[in-house]
């Protein structure tokens, strides 16, 4: 079994939000990943998605998103990004009964000797961040990331965590999530988030602190898959 990761599918099958405002290399850039996905993949790997998987609002209208990626080969572990409003309770994922598809909800799923757990986490590059409305969400994301990875922790194995938002803050230095992996001995992250020249300039990626850090937006990628194990 291999591991791939990408983030930041941005499917749209209504094709009411064009992505190449971030730069011309977004155009087409479903099929681009579909074309790399299907030249990658064998139907006994797996594939980490942390977040930005469609632009649907409602969970019905993201049923044809969706169903893009099950039938795609792998067996993926889908988490939320912050533009996931169609995203659900966990109750409503699982009746969707997708075969090839897990949903990351303040759990983990193991795989031999890997664990994968993790959550959206939250934005601690920008100003916005600072403002006290925030600060639930950012505890929440604090102790979602902490359940998680402490039930991973438990089942024993090479720890994976899925993060959407970077790790870091404006500065590049770790954040508290990134504190919370190190806690727990994490031994990989994946993150997303950052588009165009603007975002990927503040990629970090490497061991850091005895953890490998990847970004996976899929344009920094040219919408391939990376493996990270």
Not at 17 to 38: C, L
Not at 104 to 120: I, S
Not at 143 to 148: A, E, G, P, V
Request: proline share 3%; with cysteine.
């Amino acid at each position: 079994m291999r591991i791939f990761a990408i983030a930041d599918l941005h499917f749209d099958f209504k094709k009411e939000k064009p992505m190449n405002v971030f730069g011309r290399n977004w155009e087409n850039h479903e099929e681009k990943i579909i074309e790399n996905w299907k030249d990658t993949v064998a139907q006994d790997d797996l594939v980490l998605i942390p977040g930005d998987i469609s632009w649907a609002l409602k969970l019905k209208d993201a049923i044809e998103d969706l169903m893009k990626i099950e039938n795609l080969p792998g067996i993926k572990i889908i988490g939320k990004g912050n533009h996931d409003y169609w995203w659900s309770t966990s109750s409503k994922l699982d009746k969707l009964n997708l075969k090839t598809i897990k949903f990351l909800k303040n759990n983990f799923y193991k795989f031999n000797d890997v664990v994968v757990c993790g959550t959206r986490g939250w934005d601690t590059m920008e100003e916005h961040s600072e403002e006290i409305s925030n600060e639930k969400i950012f505890l929440r994301e604090l102790n979602r990331l902490k359940i998680s990875i402490e039930s991973a922790k438990k089942a024993g194995g090479e720890i994976v965590v899925m993060l959407h938002y970077p790790p870091f803050d404006s500065d590049g230095l770790p954040n508290e999530f990134f504190d919370l992996m190190k806690e727990y001995y994490a031994d990989i992250c994946v993150y997303g988030h950052l588009h165009g020249e603007d975002g990927h300039k503040n990629i970090r990626e490497g061991i850091i602190d005895n953890i490998m850090v990847h970004c996976v937006s899929s344009d920094y990628m040219d919408f391939k898959l990376k493996r990270i194990l």
